[in-house]
């Protein structure tokens, strides 16, 4: 649980279905995520995450950003292995209602600070689609830097595009 300004960052609960269907079910979103997050996205998939989330033991990785007692969005982080195990990709999104309120940018460094504290971790990652640049933006508020731009990186709703590379190191 991490109180983040307005926001509460915190583990799923099985009762977030109907806010998580709410502000997920977007191609907004779906555009700018990889494609293991739904599309459309139903309450099957809602309660398929929610179980997984159920079954996390330890320190989480997933969390809910939680605005006036409902979920609003998702922020996570995924630990590489093998050579990269030092590094975390981070990843995060909010329902469009409540875009352009800095609320991804207050997890994000939020969780940030949570992943370097919580884990043996040298480095946090992300990768975002050339056309997105809010995100660009909340990464570079959050004290990411951008390192470069992988060409051809993405293959995205029938086409083909680059992606930026932000870091932040410990
Ligand atoms: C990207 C996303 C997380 C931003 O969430 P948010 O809560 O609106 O972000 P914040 O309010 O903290 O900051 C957004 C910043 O982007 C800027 N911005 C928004 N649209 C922009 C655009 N088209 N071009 C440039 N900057 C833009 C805003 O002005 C703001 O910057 P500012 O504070 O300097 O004015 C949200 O739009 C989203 O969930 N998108 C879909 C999923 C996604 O992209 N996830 C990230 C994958 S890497």
Do not use: C
């Amino acid at each position: 649980m991490i109180n983040a300004g307005a926001l509460l960052i915190r583990p799923w609960r099985r009762s977030d279905v109907a806010a998580l269907v709410r502000h997920a079910n977007n191609r907004k979103i779906w555009l700018n995520l990889r494609d293991r997050f739904p599309h459309p996205y139903t309450a099957a998939d809602a309660q398929a995450w929610l179980e997984l989330r159920a079954k996390d033991r330890g320190d989480p990785h997933n969390f809910a950003i939680e605005f006036d007692r409902q979920a609003i969005g998702a922020i996570g982080l995924e630990l590489l292995t093998d050579v990269h195990r030092m590094t975390a990709e981070i990843g995060y999104w909010i329902g469009e209602s409540m875009w352009g309120r800095g609320f991804a940018t207050l997890a994000l460094k939020a969780v940030t600070e949570y992943a370097f504290r919580t884990f043996p971790l040298r480095r946090l990652q992300a990768t975002v689609f050339e056309w997105n640049p809010a995100s660009a933006r909340v990464l570079e508020k959050a004290g990411y830097q951008l390192e470069g731009r992988l060409r051809n990186y993405v293959f995205k709703d029938s086409r083909v595009g680059g992606a930026l590379m932000y870091a932040k190191i410990k």
